[in-house]
């Protein structure tokens, strides 16, 4: 089995130009229309893509009952006319109408959890059931514009208890924050991004720091002519574990680097920041009280007990967070950025020069009659919509009712089961996927959090098999073309791990999207393509290495 490139019936010119997005979808195609013989009808495996393959579904069909019940309240209204034309809830008596329809629809799923979500309002956050139920009433029938603008008020606090809940845990965390419901993590990014430019906290020929290897478009968007920003790598390592060790977060210190963006646990290597580096960067920023930090959080609630750098740093740390992962929620677009309410954002655009000032009191005073002490997270949703259209800015009602009541599951589930279930199911996958390869991985990493793996054949082969090996590999091979060779041989698509600023050659494995099988399969492919460089390899240097020894 010695597959010359050429056959693989793909054009391999200028791909090392391709974005790592391009690069995926030459990949896919090479997986379809390969040349190479294999058994018809094998299905593409598509390891490439982050998008889980679970959803929850009890939040869910609470979404459904609570869309019946309001529908019950706005046909309250107008009910004489018989044209389909209904009106606006009445929060007077919606606590005793909802009884009734609970009654009404005992044992229908979702009535039961919306009866327990109400109980948990009431109970556990003291919050009041009327105004609960009307809130939730008029957002899922969306008939009046998101007001307040940042977010509707009962579930900002509701979302809040759980960002509290997931971001904070038991870490001591004194005051409040704000929240902004976005749609999701993308808009955070990119609203975040923009408003920090808009005012002056990041300009152009600036610098900023990624921890890296980083979630793509965090090192894509710095370069685009909107933003031109330098950029300082501090690099997690594959040897540590995929920590960042003190040295590279020792840059954080050079006053130039005014943003740290970093995505915790990590994608691709989905590691969680070990608490030893989490309070290092919190003495950084004890030096460096000026220090803005980035941290998206998305993939926080697959860690075990989960500490945000926001809990640490709250005054410093922007806090980004999307539903759409733990919740399988990637289409419905619901993220949250939050910012405690005594921030170094704020204060530091009250120390801008006045000629910046003014010019910013301008920007902003069509929004109120005070633009200078117009909060920095308040800045944010008036950008969301170009300023001038603030007043129709926020995330959509039903959208926020969703965001609602996934975070009610989330707060009830007192024993985790939701999520210690989709933890055991993407750890099985990992294990499935590198028994196959012939991997002994360390299981006891307590900040491995297994969304992703990076296989990382430098590492690997270098374990294994040696430094020659692993010089002769990289050699003789063009950039991708163990990838591509994967997609056509195999027909499984894994992404390159370079386009997420790894070092090394590597490639990320989702193990959020396929069953286990298929990650049994891609192992499988991944151990029948190496074992085959290290025949290469033998017949080329007249070695006898064992291409089936365990890696
Ligand atoms: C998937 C992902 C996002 C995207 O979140 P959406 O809410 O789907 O827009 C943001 N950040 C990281 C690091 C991600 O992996």
Known sequence: MTTSIKTLGSDMSGIGALSPFELKDRLIKAAGESAVER???????????????????????????????????????????????GGFPKKEGIEDRFEIFARE???????????????????????NVDEFLYEMCEGILASNYPV????????EIIVGHYLRREMVGEHPFVGEFDIFAVEGG??????????????????????IALGTP????????PHLRDYQLNVVEINADVESGWQYSKKELDKLRDPQVKAFFVVNPSNPPSVRIDNESLRYIAQIVQDRPDLILVTDDVYGTFAENFVSLFALCPRNTILVYSYSKHFGATGWRLGTIAAHQDNVLDHRIAQLLPV???????????????????????????????????????????????????SLFALMDTTDTYKNTLRQLIRRRKQAL????????????????????VIDLEYLGKRAYGQPFVDWLFTNTQPSELLFRLAAEAKVVVLPGRG???????????????NESDYARIGRAIRRLLADYVERYNLATGQELDPNKVL
């Not at 993308?186 to 808009?198: G, K, P, Q």
């Not at 090394?504 to 959020?512: E, I, K, P, W």
Request: glycine share 6%; aromatic share 10%.
């Open 434 to 453: 590198y028994t196959e390869i012939g991997v002994r991985f360390d299981a006891s990493d307590s900040n491995a959090v297994d969304y992703y793996t």
């Open 148 to 155: 307040p603008d940042r977010m509707l008020c009962l579930s």
């Open 214 to 221: 980083i979630f793509t478009p965090y090192i894509e968007i």
């Open 500 to 514: 997420f600023g790894t070092p090394h050659h590597s490639g990320r494995v989702s193990l959020a999207n396929l």
């Open 186 to 207: 993308t808009a955070a990014m990119t609203y975040i991004f923009n408003t920090l430019r808009e005012n002056y906290l990041l300009n152009k020929g600036d610098t």
């Open 105 to 127: 629809n005992q044992n229908v799923r979702g009535v039961d959890f919306l009866c327990a979500a109400v109980s948990y309002v009431r109970d556990q956050l003291a919050l």
């Open 39 to 85: 058994p018809a009808n094998l299905a593409m495996l598509n390891a490439g893509r982050g998008n889980p393959n679970f959803l929850a579904t009890l939040p869910r069909h609470g979404f459904w009952q609570l869309g019946l019940f309001a529908m019950r309240e706005s046909e309250r209204t107008f009910a004489h006319l018989h044209t389909g034309v």
């Open 356 to 406: 910046k000032k003014r010019e910013l009191n301008e920007r902003y005073k069509s929004i109120t009659t005070d633009p200078e002490h117009l909060k920095f997270i308040d800045r944010l949703v008036a950008d969301s919509r170009t300023v001038a259209l603030n007043h129709t800015s926020g995330l959509s009602t039903p959208q926020q009712i969703q965001m609602v009541l996934f």
